[in-house]
């Protein structure tokens, strides 16, 4: 059962939206700059997974941030947040062949998608 949005509750999903958003972007950096912790490499799937975990909270958050609001396309309702996260998702992954620490992985792509839509999901079970 959802708890109803108060002007609080919002503020706070905004505040850790926020604080996500700059995670992202850390993480999103040392990724480019071929800085990531090298532990990570003795983690079986941790690219994958991390992939799902991190698109599905941005997706999650993003979505609750511009309360469920959604793009009317011709006869389809469409998911604000999560549509533009996935266009950015797609631009991002295709233009990885631009540097040298990164290169384009379909897998990778695919655990990203699955993240955007379970954090939606998730959110619209928060109505």
Known sequence: M???????????????????????????LLAYSGNLPGWLG?????????????YAV???????VYC????????WQLPLFPGLFLVVTLAEEFIQHL????TFDA???IAS?????LGWQLAQRSC
């Open 2 to 28: 959802s708890q109803p949005r108060t002007p609080s509750r919002q503020f706070s999903v905004w505040i850790l939206a926020f604080i996500y958003l700059a995670t992202f972007l850390t993480i999103l």
């Open 42 to 54: 003795s983690v079986p799937y941790y690219d994958k997974i991390g992939h799902v975990v991190l």
């Open 58 to 64: 941005a997706s999650y958050l993003g979505h609750r």
């Open 68 to 75: 469920h609001r959604h793009l009317r396309l011709w006869n």
């Open 99 to 102: 540097s040298p620490n990164r």
């Open 107 to 109: 897998v990778d792509l």
């Open 113 to 117: 998608l699955a993240g955007i839509l």
